[in-house]
């Protein structure tokens, strides 16, 4: 799992990207609030961890942006700061992080915490995932809504201006519905009346 | 934690906080040297342009950097510089400059043994 850690303080910065890369993260690294921001839009990291106070752009407004944006809403945001008043949480979670950490932070506690995140962001792609194979079928179910052109004759449907075709090949054409072919009684009952041809 | 703790910084601390990464430990106790003077300068600065916003955000900086090393003493004068900044009191800050410098001394020589 990718993530971004935003920290304008290199210790704590270093100290983050040494245990996140030992808990599996492949990590990068923004020491201002505007460099995190392009890093977020251009590579969607789905595991974000931010200082408050930042040069540029602070912890907190970037919150706001990226949940604004459709390209990173989904993200799991931690808010890690020395902030620590109950006011400061409460508007860091107002804000839209997910999760709020202070500084100093325990090792152990901070590494629950971003397993509580990874998880929530794994159920979250597959969510997005699932959601959009189901938009891909109904979108392929669409397409045989509406008006569709019959010959009133030979059944067969108008594809565009000019041509006709069968409507097996055309219903196959757009959904995933196959054919069995088989004769329904009244079918069966006409061709007993035509009978087979004189010799 | 040990707040009230006489020494510069708790390197047993600090090591299990990195999950006993003794090179780690290292490197950052070597940007820890190269920061925190900076983060002093830009302290003196604000405090003499009378600049509380400066004065919040270079001791801010300096709380985080110092809390995480485990200089815990350094960290709260540097919050008290911090609380100046933000309430700008920057004429109160004084004596917390004092003791921010006094400390920082302190914790720079015992973290230069350490490399």
């Known amino acids: 799992v990718r993530a971004l850690i935003a920290d304008d303080d290199r210790v704590t910065a270093t100290i983050l990207a040494s245990a996140l890369r030992r808990w599996g993260f492949e990590v990068t690294l923004a020491h201002d609030g505007r460099t995190a921001w392009e890093h977020v839009v251009s590579h969607r990291p789905p595991m974000i961890i931010l200082d408050w106070m930042m040069p540029e752009m602070s912890g907190l407004d970037l919150c706001h942006r990226i949940r604004e944006d459709p390209r990173s809403a989904h993200a799991y945001v931690i808010l890690l700061t020395s902030r620590d008043a109950s006011a400061d949480r409460v508007a860091g979670l107002d804000a839209g992080a997910d999760d709020y950490v202070t500084k100093p932070f325990d090792r152990e506690e901070l590494r629950a915490r971003i397993m509580v995140g990874k998880r929530v962001a794994r159920i979250q792609s597959e969510l997005i995932e699932r959601v959009s194979e189901l938009q891909q079928a109904l979108a392929n179910v669409r397409q045989l809504e509406g008006l569709i052109p019959i010959c009133s004759y030979c059944s067969r449907i108008r594809s565009d201006q000019d041509s006709w075709e069968q409507m097996e090949s055309y219903v196959s054409a757009h959904s995933s519905a196959t054919f069995s072919h088989g004769i329904c009684p009244t079918c069966l009952e006409k061709m007993s009346e035509v009978g087979e041809p004189e010799r | ?115």
């Open chain 2, 1 to 115: 934690m040990g707040h009230g703790t006489t020494h510069a910084f708790d390197r047993a601390e600090l090591v299990e906080q990195l999950g006993g990464d003794e090179d780690l430990a290292r490197e950052v106790i070597g940007l820890f040297l190269q920061d925190c003077p900076v983060q002093m300068t830009a302290i003196a600065g604000a405090l003499a342009a009378r600049d509380p916003r400066g004065l919040h955000a270079a001791a801010h900086t300096l709380k985080g950097a110092a809390g995480t090393i485990t200089a815990h003493r350094l960290a709260e004068a540097a919050r008290l510089l911090e609380t100046c900044g933000r309430e700008a009191r920057v004429e109160d800050a004084t004596e917390a400059w004092r003791m921010l410098e006094a400390e920082a001394d302190r914790v720079l020589a015992a973290l230069r043994d350490e490399v």
